[in-house]
T-cell receptor
Framework: AQKVTQAQTEISVVEKEDVTLDCVYE???????LFWYKQPPSGELVFLIR??????QNEISGRYSWNFQKSTSSFNFTITASQVVDSAVYFC?????????????FGKGMKLTVNP | DAGVIQSPRHEVTEMGQEVTLRCKPI?????LFWYRQTMMRGLELLIY????????DSGMPEDRFSAKMPNASFSTLKIQPSEPRDSAVYFC?????????????FGPGTRLTVL
């Protein structure tokens, strides 16, 4: 069975601090996909990034970066120089080989509060 | 382009009443998903369709829940009769299979309160 664990439930930082959100997954599939979604206080779920199991290249997009390590089954997300607008709940999710065309298994989410 | 559209955005009803939630996926998408979000259980899949055909309904709590997708641009999730424990935010999402780039995009959700 697939499982996603976000051990941190809540983090509070001061603006401009860097923050890393941890995600550990379990799957028996050899091909799988990992996702991060953001849920701001307004409630919608916003897609941030998708990675497949064959692509361990880490990615940087502006202030966001992702670190995918198959050896430790981790897909961590870092926000550099955090801003108040980054305050949200962040979800890590996992699917099988059909990617976004099949069920996503979500972690419990991690609430990030960025204080001015 | 319009995103996933859900209606109503908020629904307050009394126990025992029938509730119908509606979803219009993104045009051209061929997969549609219904998720439920609660504090206790987090985000969990209820059911999903590929090309209007239900593929996995193992997450549907019980017979009180039913979902249909009569065509590619519309789906409903019905609860009859509703119970207080059904109170949650219900999200619809859609995706289009395209090899390595398909991603589920979520609607704004319907916040259901059953009194």
């Amino acid at each position: 069975a697939q499982k996603v664990t976000q051990a941190q439930t809540e983090i509070s930082v001061v603006e401009k601090e860097d923050v890393t959100l941890d995600c550990v997954y379990e799957t028996r599939d050899t091909t799988y996909y990992l996702f991060w979604y953001k849920q701001p206080p307004s409630g919608e779920l916003v897609f941030l990034i998708r990675r497949n199991s064959f692509d361990e290249q880490n990615e940087i997009s502006g202030r966001y970066s992702w670190n995918f390590q198959k050896s430790t089954s981790s897909f961590n997300f870092t926000i550099t120089a955090s801003q108040v607008v980054d305050s949200a709940v962040y979800f890590c999710a996992l699917s099988g080989d059909q990617g976004g065309s099949e069920k996503l298994v979500f972690g419990k989410g991690m609430k990030l509060t960025v204080n001015p | 382009d319009a995103g996933v559209i859900q209606s109503p955005r908020h629904e307050v009803t009394e126990m025992g009443q029938e509730v119908t939630l509606r979803c219009k996926p993104i045009s051209g998408h061929n997969s549609l998903f219904w998720y439920r979000q609660t504090m206790m259980r987090g985000l969990e899949l209820l059911i999903y369709f590929n090309n209007n055909v239900p593929i996995d309904d193992s997450g549907m709590p019980e017979d009180r829940f039913s979902a249909k997708m009569p065509n590619a641009s519309f789906s409903t999730l019905k609860i009859q009769p509703s119970e207080p424990r059904d109170s949650a935010v219900y999200f619809c999402a859609s995706s289009r299979y395209s090899g390595d780039t398909d991603t589920q995009y979520f609607g704004p959700g319907t916040r259901l309160t059953v009194l």
